[in-house]
């Protein structure tokens, strides 16, 4: 891995697992955040579409540092430059790198 290609600043925040209220509604679990370096990549049409996102949606790929223990899936949120990302994908976990890749896009709401 070149480590000089990780030269920004994001944000993974992990949520505990939601609960049920009694009116029907839905708690977030607590959350813990981890703020560490990756690479940024915005996604051109032709890649949204082969990743299987929506038309007009701003996708990014993310390049981390692999870190043993660290779940990374659909639950993690990703804050990068003040924007919030869900991610979509987890493409590569590639241990003997040290990286991990996963695409996302950014939430709207």
């Known amino acids: 891995m070149e480590i000089g290609k ?3 600043r994001i944000t993974i925040t992990t949520y505990a697992a939601s609960s049920e209220t009694p009116s029907g509604g839905t708690i977030k679990g607590a959350s813990s955040t981890n703020e560490t370096w990756c690479n940024a990549k915005p996604l051109r049409q032709k890649e949204s ?3 299987g996102l929506k038309i007009g949606q701003r996708g990014y790929k993310f390049g981390f540092r692999y870190e043993a223990g660290v ?3 659909q639950t993690n949120e990703l804050t990068y430059e003040g924007r919030r990302f869900r991610i979509i994908q987890v493409l590569e976990i590639d241990e003997a ?3 991990i890749i996963v695409i996302a896009n950014e939430r709207t709401n």
């Open 71 to 73: 779940d990374m899936g």
């Open 49 to 51: 579409v082969l990743y």
């Open 6 to 8: 990780l030269n920004r």
């Open 97 to 99: 790198k040290r990286m």
